[in-house]
T-cell receptor, first 112, second 114 residues
Framework: GDSVTQMEGPVTLSEEAFLTINCTYT??????LFWYVQYPGEGLQLLLK?????DKGSNKGFEATYRKETTSFHLEKGSVQVSDSAVYFC???????????FGSGTRLSIRP | NAGVMQNPRHLVRRRGQEARLRCSPV?????VYWYRQLPEEGLKFMVY????????ESGMPKERFSAEFPKEGPSILRIQQVVRGDSAAYFC????????????FGPGTRLLVL
């Protein structure tokens, strides 16, 4: 079945460092891909999405490119801030399904 | 601009009691999804409902769990005879009529079973 694998955390970086969180997926057809962010004690917020190959999703300085050849959707940000500290979830929705399948999450901590 | 509302935000139950979780979708959304997040894990799909219909319940435990989304009022996730393993955060999401649009998540209900 469809699945999402993302890099284990926690990830700790200094402010203004470059961030990469790896995400790969397994799915038939052409899924839509998402990154969600969860701040402490809160629900999930959609960070960005891409619905077809080579699409780049971007928001708040974060970017991810839908790479069908490598089945990847890595999250990147050029300069992280303390306020980016949160748990990040990579996710997919299959082309013929409505439910979202989530990765296990990566906890990100940014030091001032 | 009300988003998805869930209540209660925190719920404490003793083993054997019933837990009733409510979800009000974004105004105009007719598709509701329930997900469960166990501690330190990702979210797992439970059930997908449209108004008065269950579309996909492949992630629902076969016993003790039920969900509904009546014509009027919020969606309800009901857990009967709760056990400690039911302790988790339960998130509701809603989407527009196509069912394929972006899902917007509520803040979740954190259930603790003593």
């Amino acid at each position: 079945g469809d699945s999402v694998t993302q890099m284990e955390g926690p990830v700790t970086l200094s402010e203004e460092a470059f961030l990469t969180i790896n995400c790969t997926y397994t799915a038939t057809g052409y899924p839509s891909l998402f990154w969600y962010v969860q701040y402490p004690g809160e629900g999930l917020q959609l960070l960005l999405k891409a619905t077809k190959a080579d699409d780049k999703g971007s928001n708040k300085g974060f970017e991810a490119t839908y790479r069908k050849e490598t089945t990847s959707f890595h999250l990147e940000k050029g300069s992280v801030q303390v306020s980016d500290s949160a748990v990040y979830f990579c996710a997919l929705r299959g082309s013929s399904a409505s439910k979202i399948i989530f990765g296990s999450g990566t906890r990100l901590s940014i030091r001032p | 601009n009300a988003g998805v509302m869930q209540n209660p935000r925190h719920l404490v139950r003793r083993r054997g009691q019933e837990a009733r979780l409510r979800c009000s979708p974004v105004k105009g959304h007719s598709h509701v999804y329930w997900y469960r997040q166990l501690p330190e894990e990702g979210l797992k799909f439970m059930v997908y409902l449209q108004k008065e219909n269950i579309i996909d319940e492949s992630g629902m435990p076969k016993e003790r769990f039920s969900a509904e989304f009546p014509k009027e009022g919020p969606s309800i996730l009901r857990i009967q005879q709760v056990v400690r393993g039911d302790s988790a955060a339960y998130f509701c999401a809603s989407s527009n009529w196509t069912g394929q649009e972006t899902q917007y998540f509520g803040p979740g209900t954190r259930l603790l079973v003593l």
